[in-house]
């Protein structure tokens, strides 16, 4: 199957940052063959897509999701939480208890439709069911196909619901690596999921590392997300968190560690030497008052930072231009953060890479075919100097015209082409209302 895609705007997001701005891109099955200025002239392909000059880009990450929380969205929890504590209390410590399984496929499917539309193509997601997991990762995965959508998968081991939920976790976390990972094919593959420091005893936390040793991948855990996570774990276990962590060997090239908020210029450097990868949620965190990560501090040590949105939507764009305008209000400076904002975007795209067998984020002979059409029409010259300002002030107010993803057509002409939209968000209110009874 070949699929030609002409008259495209092209940011290459190569290392030289290279736009073509009239080009096309053949692809042949999953993988992209050619990346060309001018026209086509070669063998008929199969599809051809006219982009009629809009951008295309690679298919985005979001290094940080929790799709479960799609049904949270309107929820009366009859009261207003005061702080992050009771925030994970009152809110989703109450909500994950009552998912069913059912719960689980709408409320993937509706966010991830969702994230297609701004241009993600790959979603790396944090879920949690306490009372619903064995198989639970497979419902997930269900959704993500069903939208076509790439993925990486873990469960949120955690001890605040006993020993054997605990257990649970670690093997739901096994068994859907063990059905995955070893597929070059598969287009969602699995990790080790820990919810965070202050829930997680020292014997799950060997456990979940032990057990992800053994299967060739790294853990996924909140870090220092609130000032709780801390003084929790000096108080359990007379260590600072990511000191806990790295005495473990759980701080790898393979190790996602979210939020990384309340960490002190020791942790930073350990974080870096570790090779761990450190996601920025600055929009989730504003939401919950915690704090504001330290991301020119990390950078500045050659930490692996990602960008993640932490279920507050699927799309990156609003959360990337967060980053930004936050930095400059918190330092005071309008000077700053820009390249760092490529620095998040690549790293995305690095950390996907570790996952799948061919690569992913740059449009390019040999790369994956996961890419994207945004309904842009660039309003002043777009060259590989000024590509940023118009992510923050352009793209982030645009859709998607057309998405592939291992180089299938999942979105065209922005409707879904395997999906009844309509039908499924009625469905899911169905779904939601039922939950909310539960809840």
Known sequence: MTILIKNAYILTFDENQTVIPEGYILIKDNIIQEVQAGSYNGITPDTTIDANHRVVTPGLVNAHMHCYSTFSRGLDIGCAPSCFVEILEKLWWRLDKKLSTKDLYYSTLIPTMEAIRGGVTTFIDHHASPHCIPGCLDEVERALLDAGMRGILCYETSDRDGLEIAQQGIEENTRFIQKNNNNKDALVKGTYGLHASFTVS??????????????????????????????????????????????????????????????????????????????????????????????????????????????????????????????????????????????????????????????????????LADIVIFNYYPPTPLTQNNILGHFLFGFAHVQAHTVLINGKIVLQNYEFLHLDEKEIAAKSREQAIDFAKRF
């Open 202 to 367: 020292d014997n799950t936390l060997q456990q979940t590392i032990d057990n992800a040793n053994q299967n060739n991948v790294g853990i996924h855990i909140h870090l220092a997300e609130d000032h709780a996570d801390q003084t929790l774990t000096l108080t359990q276990y007379k260590k600072r968190l990511v000191h806990r962590l790295s005495d473990r060997k759980a701080l790898n090239d393979k190790s996602i560690t979210a939020h990384a908020v309340w960490v002190d210029e020791n942790e930073k450097d350990i974080l870096a030497n570790s090779q761990a990868w450190v996601v920025h949620n600055p929009r989730s965190n504003m939401n919950n008052a915690v704090g504001v990560m330290d991301l020119l501090g990390l950078i500045q040590r050659n930490a692996k930072v990602c960008l993640g949105t932490d279920g507050m939507c699927g799309s990156i764009w609003p959360d990337l231009r967060t980053v930004a305008i936050l930095q400059k209000l918190q330092h005071r400076d309008p000077r700053l953060v820009w390249n760092e904002l490529w620095t998040l975007l690549k790293n995305n795209y690095q950390l996907a890479n570790i996952f799948f067998p061919i690569p992913q984020g740059q449009l390019q002979k040999n790369h």
